[in-house]
C-alpha cells in the first residue's frame, strides 16, 4: 500500500532521522510509544548471517544506484530530445502525417513514449539484470519484455486520452489550464485506480480466488475479518501467481468500491506460516479500516494540484527562455509536451521524500493494526510479526541497517529491522497499556 501526504510528514520523516538524544522520551502506558522507542535503536531483530548480510549490502546499494540513475536518465532523455530537436522533427513528422489535431496528438505521444522507452532501455535491463542476479527475480526475458510492450502500448492508449485534454484545455484556458486540467486528471486518478485490479492487473498477472485453492486458510482469514469488523468477502480475496515472476513475499490492498480486493501473492503462501499470513493480512485489511485508499486519494489531489500550478509557471519560464532554441514556440504546440513532463519528473522527484514519509506512516498504521486486530486468533502476535519481517527481510535481500538519507528518500515502507524489532517490543494487551485501534474483544 503506498499513499502519500504532506510538509507535516516531511517534518516527521525529518525527525525521525535526528539523534536518538533528542528524540523526546514515550509517555507511561503508550505501548506504541515504548515499541518505537525500542524499535529505532540497534536492534538484533532482523539479522543475517555475515556471507547473506554482505550480498544486501550490495543488493541495496546496486539497487540505489540504479533508483536514482533511472530517475536522472528519464530526465536527460527529455532533456536530449529537446536541445537536439528531436522533440521538433517529431512534431513536424505528427503534423504532415494528418491535418487533424486529434490524429497529431496521438502519433506525437506515441512517438514520444517510443523514443523515451527505447532511450531508458539498457538502464531497465541493467536494473533486471540486476534482480536476477541477486535472485529476486525468476522471469525470463521473453516474458520481461512482452510486460514491457505490454506497457508501452497502454501508456499510448491512456496517455493519448489524457496529452488530448490537456492540450484542448491549455488552447481553451492558456493562464489556468494548471487548474482546469487537474479536476480531470484526478478522476483519471479514481478511475484508474477502480479499475485496474481488474483491467490492467490481469494483463500481468494471473489470478484466481484464494478460496479455491487454499480453503482453510481463507476460513482463517475471515476470522480476522470478523475481528476488525470490516467487510472483506471471501470473494474480494485472491490469490497472485507471482512465482512466476519474482521469489518475494508480498500481499497488498488495491482498488476501491466494487473492485476493491486483497491480494496474496502465492510466494508468501509458500513460504509463510498460516498465523504469519494471518498477520500479513490483518496488515492489509488495515489499510481498509483505517481508511488509507480515500486518503491517498485525497493526498495525491493535493499534491498534484501543487505540482500543475508550480509545472505551469516553470513550462513558462522554460519555453520563455529556451524555447526558439528548442523550437517550441508556445505551450499549445505538441513539442511542448517533453518540457512539461520534464518539469513534472523533477518535480515528482524532489516532492518523493514527502509521498515516503506518508507512506512509511500508514504502513506503521497497518502493522500496529495487523498485530493488534489477530489477537487471540493468533498465539503470540509479537513472536509472529518478529519472525514474519524476518523472513520478508532475508528472502528480500534487505539491508538491516540501511543508509538514512535512502530511507528518507526513497522508502515507501519502514525498514525491515526497526518493523520486526517494534513488532517484537509491542505489547499493549500488557496491563496498563491500550491498543490503538482494536479494543478488546
Known sequence: ???????????????????????????????????????????????????????????????????????????LVLLGLLTTGAAARMRDTAVRASGSRWVQGVLFTGMLLLAMTMLDLPLAIAGHQVSLAYGQSVQMWASWLADRAKSLVLSWMVGSGLVLLLFFVIRRSPKRW???????????????????????????????????????????LERVVRAGGVVIPPERMFLMRASDKVTGLNAYVTGIGASKRVVVWDTTIARATPDEIALIFGHEMGHYALHHIPEGLLFTAVLLLLLFFLGFHAVRWLLARFGRRWRVPAEDDWAALPVLVLVLLLLNFMSEPVENAFSRAEEHAADVYGQEVVHGIVADPRTVGQHSFEVLGAQSLEDPHPNRFVVFWTYSHPPIGERAAFAAAYDPWAPGMQPRYVHRR
Do not use: K
Open 1 to 75: 500500500m503506498r499513499w502519500r501526504m504532506g510538509m507535516m510528514a516531511l517534518l516527521c520523516g525529518l525527525l525521525c532521522c535526528s539523534a536518538p538524544g533528542m528524540r523526546a522520551q514515550p509517555p507511561a502506558g503508550d505501548a506504541e510509544a515504548i515499541a518505537l522507542a525500542a524499535a529505532r535503536r540497534p536492534n538484533s531483530a532482523y539479522t543475517l548471517p555475515p556471507a547473506r548480510l554482505a550480498e544486501a549490502v550490495r543488493y541495496s546499494r546496486d539497487r540505489t544506484v540504479l533508483e536514482f540513475a533511472g530517475e536522472g536518465w528519464g530526465m
Open 178 to 220: 494548471w487548474f482546469w486540467f487537474w479536476a480531470p486528471a484526478m478522476l483519471c486518478v479514481v478511475f484508474g485506480v477502480l479499475v485496474a485490479p481488474v483491467v490492467v492487473d490481469p494483463l500481468f498477472n494471473h489470478f484466481e480466488p484464494l478460496a479455491e485453492t487454499h480453503p482453510a486458510l481463507v476460513e482463517q
